[in-house]
């Protein structure tokens, strides 16, 4: 049964229609609200969905307590994904769109190229990465990046897809990355003839409006393996998408693997490609390969952390140890002279890294309780206070406290938990692996050696890893140009097995298991 609310906004008042058991956040997404803004999909972390109740307000949450001053709770300051649409409700919306975000153009105009151009296009679960390159020679005319336009359904898979099965849906998500599309495919004008994307198994599923119970309940299976052109419909040319895989091993893995395995790397090699999964395949012959996906949620996207953001200017990245204490380096370089815009994920781990190395976080993610043993160490473990109940350290602007520590043990275990199974299915140790590549965007800013230090890869496995850049995108732009690159990606395709890290009983244990700063095989 439907139920109504009103929404008031700078430019005035609006009637919201909710479905059966919709949040209020849920049902303003469904009305064109918070399209792109990263939400934590109803954990009440991000902040995002504040909204100020002018009717009688509900009963604050404990997170809302926490993320609001006494004033504000007062004021009628609320979270809109932590209270149901209860109808007659009536709430103002002043940070409706997008947050922190960025699209740059990093070449000249497009127009600039003559003849036929293709859009290259990455579609993962929390950005969207794109460039345009001339057929005749792969030349790039601009790319950039920004924030996948349906975030506000949920910054990780499940969330996504729960929301894509409910009615109408799916027919929703799909429309806001039409939409982008179409805007990107603007930039090219007449000249553009042809479009690839490559994206996991859910993201490419719901563009191409394909079958999705199978990648949302066990038992997991792909209704559509892709690696073929599809219609998108009007205003957009044929696009290619390369091939799936598995449930959890997508378009995305195709095309990197691809450009990977096209500059011969020495076997066996490992390709993780960590974001809101981590999906890993583990070449060990040119003729044979594993793969494993383990769900790792929004948080190395910098989403639904309490100061996360992805990375773009005004964000932290990385954190260093000086004479006067933690100094933060901001994404366009240079340190951080007052508070931050945010925190993206690979600042994360870069702090908790420091913290870790200085013992002022113990093994199992804890603050440390026992005395300091160093004149910085005291200092640092001085730096941590209590907020409501809750163990923070605070520093340099910056904010981190013990429930983020947890979500990035829980994306840690997760990370262990792919690389110690394919390593086990394959009977590899680590120090037989020749090199590993990290791929994707948060691989390109992520410092190797602070995966290693917090546990995310054995010792020793730093000096071999290599940063290898958004390899999807490259290939998605290889795609476009040359048929035999379609061709290898579908004999990779069919030489890759997917090792499943559910079903033995024992996931859960393993799980937990790894829920420590430090490798476990």
């Not at 190395?357 to 730096?383: H, I, K, N, S, Y």
Request: aromatic share 6%; glycine share 12%.
């Amino acid at each position: 049964m439907a139920t109504n609310f009103m929404v008031e906004t700078p430019a005035g008042e609006r009637t919201v229609t909710a479905g059966s058991g919709d949040t209020l956040a849920r049902a303003l997404f469904r009305a064109g609200y918070f399209v792109g803004a990263p939400l934590c999909a109803g954990l009440g972390r991000c902040g995002r969905c504040r909204v100020q109740f002018t009717s009688v307000a509900p009963q604050p949450q404990p997170a809302e307590i926490r993320r609001f001053s006494a004033e504000e709770v007062a004021a009628g300051w609320r979270l809109a994904c932590l209270h149901p649409v209860a109808g007659g409700q009536r709430l103002a919306v002043i940070e409706a769109g997008s947050s922190p975000a960025y699209d740059r153009t990093e070449a000249g105009p497009c127009a600039a190229l003559s003849g036929p151009l293709g859009l290259a296009v990455d579609l993962g679960t929390t950005g969207l990465a794109w460039r345009i390159v001339s057929l005749a020679d792969g030349g790039m005319a601009c790319q950039g990046r920004g924030v996948n336009p349906q975030l506000g359904s949920g910054g990780e898979v499940v969330s996504r897809l729960a929301f894509a099965l409910e009615p109408g849906g799916g027919d929703y998500l799909r429309r806001l990355v039409l939409d982008e599309l179409r805007r990107l495919a603007a930039l090219a004008g007449p000249q553009l003839a042809a479009v690839c994307v490559a994206g996991n198994p859910a993201m490419v599923s719901i563009l191409c409006d394909k079958p999705l119970a199978g990648l949302a309940h066990a038992p997991y299976a792909l209704a559509w393996a892709a690696g073929e052109t599809v219609d998108l419909g009007p205003g957009l040319p044929p696009a290619y998408i390369p091939p799936l895989f598995g449930p959890f091993v997508g378009a995305d893995i195709a095309a990197g693997l691809t450009v990977l395995v096209g500059r011969r790397p020495a076997y066996p090699f490992l390709l993780a490609d960590l974001g809101t999964n981590a999906e890993m395949v583990l070449g060990l012959a040119p003729d044979r390969y594993l793969a494993a996906s383990a769900p790792l949620g929004p948080a190395l996207e910098g989403v639904g952390l309490s100061q996360g953001a992805m990375a773009g200017p005004g964000v932290v990245v990385s954190f260093a140890l000086t004479p006067a204490g933690l100094a933060a380096t901001l994404f366009e370089g240079g340190q951080a002279s007052g508070a931050p815009r945010g925190i993206a994920g690979p600042g994360y781990l870069s702090l908790a890294a420091r913290l870790r190395e200085q013992g002022v976080l113990d093994v199992d993610g804890r603050f440390a309780t026992t005395p300091a043993p160093t004149p910085l160490r005291r200092r640092l473990a001085a730096q941590v206070v209590r907020e409501a109940g809750e163990p923070v350290f605070a520093a340099a602007g910056c904010r981190l406290p013990a429930s983020d520590v947890e979500e990035l043990l829980k994306v840690k275990a997760a990370c262990n938990l792919a690389m110690s199974t394919l390593l086990a299915a394959a009977g590899l140790t680590t120090a037989r692996l020749a090199s590993v590549h990290l791929a994707g965007a948060f691989g390109a800013a992520v410092s190797p050696a602070d995966l290693e230090t917090l546990g995310f890869f054995p010792p020793g496995l730093a000096g071999r890893t290599v940063v290898a850049g958004n390899l999807s995108l490259e290939g998605a732009s290889l795609f476009l140009t040359d048929p035999a690159a379609r061709q290898q990606a579908a004999f990779l395709a069919a030489h890759t097995a997917v090792v499943p890290l559910v079903g033995d009983g024992n996931t859960g244990e393993a799980f937990i298991q790894r829920m420590v700063f430090s490798y476990v095989p």
